[in-house]
């Protein structure tokens, strides 16, 4: 049986509940919550919520939300993002006033104390006619446990008003005001373990719904002036073991307010009866995210006057119009008779149905109609990779909306180039130098010396083709911007179990404003079909130099694909450019690349075998893509490396957003930029960071980047 401890305080809840009860019986509430993002806002420390409690409600699939909000001994930077329509996920850093990151000032200076965390909310029910919303939830999951809650939500709509319910424990049931009902059933339920610290990284299951528990809640009043929503809540912590010291609270009762301008929202608060708070959010959603273009609309075919033959076709003006219109640059054609082939590269419009669209246009304005057959050849090196084939008829039409199907992209399909094509394509000569220019941001979050570092720049990328398949190639990272300088602290003072292979990172990083960052030679054929390799020697990447081969396995527009890559490395010298290190290692992976069915906005990426610092184990990736082309991934290594052996962290974990460029670009334009986050990086489970990968080269037969 569960007990209420706080005989006031429980005449609160139970009118909370019984108004998230009554609410099925009032006409008002006939129509269930409209989970629009215009409905909700986010707590302080990050996720949908009321003030310091979380809330059943979900945004919309793809919200992607940041938050800073300042509450006297606290101030905390989170994001919080709604990767599916039942998951909301939220990482956050904590700045704690009242204490210091350290207790030496040569390491962390006058700095106070950093800490990170992850949540996670899971939706269970979604709000009907009768049934509320219902969420589950596990709060700074993985981390030194300064938040650290599990709870379950209720959360129901009558009219202008939200009212919800929850009951948790940790953090949130802190304040017990309720026997925890776990505890009823096993006694090891009723006693949490306490304290900060630990080496993190590892979720605690032993800790879950153990200890004092409360149950919280409020309302939300969405107000007759616009934007305005008011918030008055039940805090189910009482602040007595908090990590900035106990925290004086004269009421369980919060009060706030929301303001929302365009993608903005502004809040105050009162807190504990003692205490404002402010903060500010800022929303976008990465489904529907996108950059206005300063681009021609797709050619019209209505006046069109195409040539009457291709003898009086006039090429020069047709291969212009493909760059200039469709960004496709043409390296060799080829004509039978009633098909021609375009053999070429694709390098403003990354979406491959808009780039056909576009070049299909073009051909059908300009080329005879005794073609019956427009061939588009994507190639790599010179080795065609993908096939799309266009009727010509059935394109017209519905290009120029004649038929009741007017779909253009039931008009012609992608497929692997056959043997003709292979047999058709005579390339010019494809040796020569060539030079490419990319920018680059590195930060880092938390770290002793200031809580935000920064390196920018640039990459100048340079080499020479020998031939189609050979070729050397090089690039110099050039330092513009940062404030590396302020890293004091190199080596760790962690007993070093594993070889250092990545935690010397700050000594590489601050060797110079231009250095090497890969000189080497290189391989790449298409060796059977659907299957292609490559071989390549040299200075690989900032830290290791080696030789290793690649081959990968991956049919057009297939779901699955398989790759093996072996290497032997050798450790660079961070004090010599061109010098290197004793330590050599053996590293190696066979991978795994699936986009399941069901979801097909999903990759799942395994890969299996041995890792810079000898360690053997597993790494997986999970990516999700949304409607806009951005991608946010999370990985995690598991290997034989224990975690005490691991250290800090206890496995190798990170987190990456990867945004098309065409997202910030007036033109149309292919690649991407990666932002990637890592809590903290140490030994194990660290791959070489290979300066190609034929997932990459590969990528038009089966795009999920593109």
């Not at 569960?2 to 139970?14: E, H, L």
């Not at 253009?408 to 047999?423: A, E």
Request: with cysteine.
């Amino acid at each position: 049986m569960i007990r209420i401890k706080k005989m006031w305080g429980s005449a609160a809840i139970a009118n909370l509940a019984l108004g998230a009860l009554v609410t099925t019986t009032v006409s008002a509430a006939e129509q269930p919550f409209d989970d629009d993002n215009g409905n909700l806002s986010q707590m302080v420390r990050g996720g949908t919520g009321l003030i310091q409690t979380p809330t059943a409600r979900m945004a919309k699939e793809g919200s992607f939300t940041l938050n800073y909000n300042d509450i006297d001994e606290y101030r905390f930077w989170s994001a919080s993002l709604q990767l599916f329509p039942w998951m909301e996920s939220t990482v956050r850093y904590t700045d704690v006033r009242t204490q210091l990151y350290s207790q030496d000032a040569s390491f962390s200076g006058d700095q106070t104390l950093k800490d990170k965390g992850i949540d996670v909310k899971f939706r269970l029910i979604k709000e009907g006619y009768y049934l509320p919303d219902v969420s589950f939830g596990l709060m700074d999951i993985g981390g030194t446990g300064f938040f650290s809650s599990e709870f379950l939500n209720f959360s129901k709509n009558l009219g202008p008003f939200d009212i919800h319910l929850g009951i948790g424990t940790g953090y949130l049931g802190a304040g017990g005001n309720i026997t925890n009902p776990f505890c009823e059933l096993k006694d090891s339920f009723c006693e949490r373990p306490g304290g900060f610290g630990g080496r993190g990284g590892k979720i605690d299951y032993n800790e879950f719904f153990k200890g004092p528990a409360s149950v919280f809640g409020g309302i939300e009043y969405k107000t007759p002036l616009e934007g305005l929503t008011l918030k008055l809540e039940y805090d189910g912590n009482d602040y007595v073991n908090d990590r900035a010291g106990t925290l004086e609270q004269d009421s369980e009762w919060n009060f706030g307010a929301v303001y929302k301008y365009n993608n903005w929202d502004f809040n105050l608060s009162y807190q504990r009866g003692n205490t404002f708070g402010f903060g500010v959010s800022y929303n976008f959603n990465m489904h529907t995210v996108k950059q206005h273009k300063f681009d021609r609309s797709p050619r019209e075919l209505t006046n069109a006057k195409p040539a009457d033959s291709i003898a009086t076709l006039n090429r020069d003006r047709l291969y212009a119009d493909l760059v200039n219109e469709g960004s496709f640059i043409i390296n060799a054609t080829h004509t039978s008779e009633d098909e021609m082939t375009f053999y070429g590269s694709q390098l403003g419009y990354r979406d491959h149905k808009e780039a056909t669209e576009r070049v299909g246009r073009i051909l059908a304005s300009e080329l005879p109609d005794s073609i019956k057959t427009y061939k588009l050849v994507d190639t790599l090196a010179n080795i065609p990779m993908l096939e799309t084939k266009i009727d010509a008829e059935q394109f017209k039409i519905a290009a120029n909306y004649q038929g009741l199907d007017t779909d253009i992209h039931s008009t012609y399909v992608r497929q692997n180039p056959n043997q003709s094509t292979f047999d058709n394509y005579e390339p010019k000569d494809y040796s020569g130098g060539f030079f490419s220019m990319e920018t680059f941001w590195i930060q880092t979050f938390g770290n002793p010396e200031d809580f935000y570092l920064y390196q920018g720049g640039a990459y100048l990328n340079s080499g020479y083709q020998f031939n189609p398949n050979f070729s050397i190639r090089g690039g110099l990272k050039v330092t513009l911007l940062e404030n590396f300088d302020k890293f004091n602290f190199l080596v760790d003072s962690e007993t070093a179990v594993l070889p250092r292979v990545r935690t010397q990172v700050r000594e590489y990083v601050t060797r110079g404003n231009v250095t090497m960052e890969n000189a080497y030679l290189h391989w790449f054929d298409q060796i059977a079909e659907d299957t292609y390799a490559q071989v390549y020697g040299g200075y690989l990447e900032t830290m290791f130099g080696g030789i290793g081969t690649e081959i990968l396995y991956r049919p057009v527009d297939s779901n699955l694909s398989f790759g093996i890559d072996l290497n032997y490395v050798q450790q660079r010298d961070f004090n010599n450019e061109t010098g290197f290190f004793d330590y050599k290692a053996f590293t190696g992976h066979a991978g795994v690349y699936w986009t399941p069915e069901f979801l097909p906005d999903m990759q799942l990426t395994v890969k299996a075998g041995q890792f810079l610092a000898k360690d053997k184990g597993v790494n997986i990736d999970i990516a999700k893509r949304f409607d806009s082309g951005i991608i946010v991934g999370a990985y995690a290594a598991f290997t034989n490396v224990s975690a005490e052996e691991y250290g800090e962290g206890s496995f190798t974990k990170g987190f990456y957003i990867s945004i098309p460029f065409d997202l910030f670009s007036l033109a149309p334009a292919k690649g991407r930029g990666k932002i990637p986050w890592v809590p903290i990086g140490r030994d194990g489970g660290q791959m070489l960071q290979r300066p190609v990968e034929l997932r990459s080269l590969t990528e038009v037969r089966a795009p999920f980047y593109d």
